[in-house]
């Protein structure tokens, strides 16, 4: 690999529990890759899980341990 | 990571508070704490009193005792000296622990009785409908201070301090590893320990003091808290509307009250005069 390519060879699972999410919107702030997003009725869902670098950001922050990140599913 | 799931009981959730709530946050933190030092859940015991933060022990695993208004203290000492082996651990608002229940914070730390105290301050009353608490800061707006509240408030880890507890610290929701190793020190410490967790209420204080969502509070919380180890890089003048968070405060020296009780027992039972 050339130098100064950062390649992911890591993918992560955002997995939401939408039964336990109040969708505060703590985890769309804080998540510095923009995976979560507010739908049009103001819900909170997981839109761009392909982007994750797995920080845990979210699973740490998030108050109702709705959000968990998951590592190492193959592709 | 740490999995939060087997300590909390599951059919108990999701949790009554609102969204962005940081009492979430805090029992996250609490957990940590408990994990970092290998304890077993059924050694702690966790006593909560009226409010928001009582509701704490409605969805953790340990032995839970909710209690009367601000009467926690006074039925965690009662424990404590029954089974000192226990992890004492009390979760107290500051309406509950600084208000209705402040007289009986004060003697328990005099007492330098072997219970952590986490005290979950939002600055407001949230369950009975956003009053201002005695932490509430000078200025800032409640239900019962439409025009600002003029009441100066309480430092309430100076308060403590005064009263003799021996070991004090604070943080907030936003340093929330710090939140975790602190708590973590406070159990494994013998003696009174007294933590301030300034935490964040968006339904009852934030919306009605210009911070419209959570995150805008989590981020008051980051810019006005200073970490106590820096404190020397800001003036007074800068220190002003600012706020120290780490280990404030520590004594070994003092001895503990069910050590100085149990001494007293043996003495007795030995025949001793006392």
């Excluded at chain 2, 208004?69 to 509950?96: E, N, Q, S, Y």
């Amino acid at each position: 690999m050339k130098e100064g390519v950062i390649a992911l060879t890591k993918r992560f699972k955002v997995v939401l529990n939408t039964k336990w999410c109040k969708s505060c919107g703590i985890c769309v702030e804080f998540c510095p890759k923009k995976v979560f997003e507010f739908t049009s009725d103001g819900k909170v869902r997981v839109m761009r899980e392909e982007m994750c670098v797995g920080c845990r950001s979210c699973e740490l922050r998030c108050p109702d341990y709705a959000v968990e990140v998951r590592e190492g599913e193959e592709e | 990571m740490l999995d939060i799931k087997k300590y909390l009981r599951l059919s108990k959730l999701p949790h009554i508070w609102c969204p962005g709530c940081g009492n979430g946050s805090v029992v996250r933190a609490l957990i940590m704490a408990v994990d970092k030092l290998g304890l077993s859940k059924d050694e702690i015991v966790l006593f909560t009193g009226i409010g928001c933060s009582a509701r704490t022990n409605v969805i953790v695993d340990f032995n839970t005792i909710q209690t009367t208004h601000g009467r926690t203290l006074a039925f965690a000492t009662g424990f404590k000296l029954m089974r000192p082996d226990m992890k004492v651990i009390v979760i107290t608002g500051d309406g509950d622990g600084a208000a209705i229940g402040g007289n009986h914070l004060i003697h328990a730390a005099r007492r330098n009785i072997d219970i952590t105290t986490i005290l979950i301050n939002n600055s407001i009353y949230g369950m009975t409908g956003g009053q201002y608490s005695p932490l509430s800061p000078q200025g800032t707006y409640a239900t019962t201070a439409p025009y600002g509240n003029i009441e100066p408030s309480f430092d309430i880890c100076k308060l403590v301090e005064a009263a003799g507890a021996t070991f004090i610290a604070r943080s907030t929701v936003y340093h929330i590893q710090l939140t975790a190793d602190l708590i973590a020190k406070a159990i494994a410490h013998k003696g009174f320990s007294f933590i301030e967790v300034v935490s964040q209420c968006p339904v009852g204080y934030g919306r009605r003091n210009r911070m419209r969502t959570p995150y805008e509070m989590l981020m008051w919380q980051k810019e006005h808290a200073v970490l106590v180890q820096q404190a020397q890089r800001y003036s007074l003048e800068e220190m002003k509307d600012k706020f120290l968070i780490g280990e404030l405060f520590v004594n070994k020296e003092k001895r503990e009250y069910t050590e100085l009780y149990e001494e007293l027992r043996r003495k007795l039972a030995e025949g001793g005069e006392g």
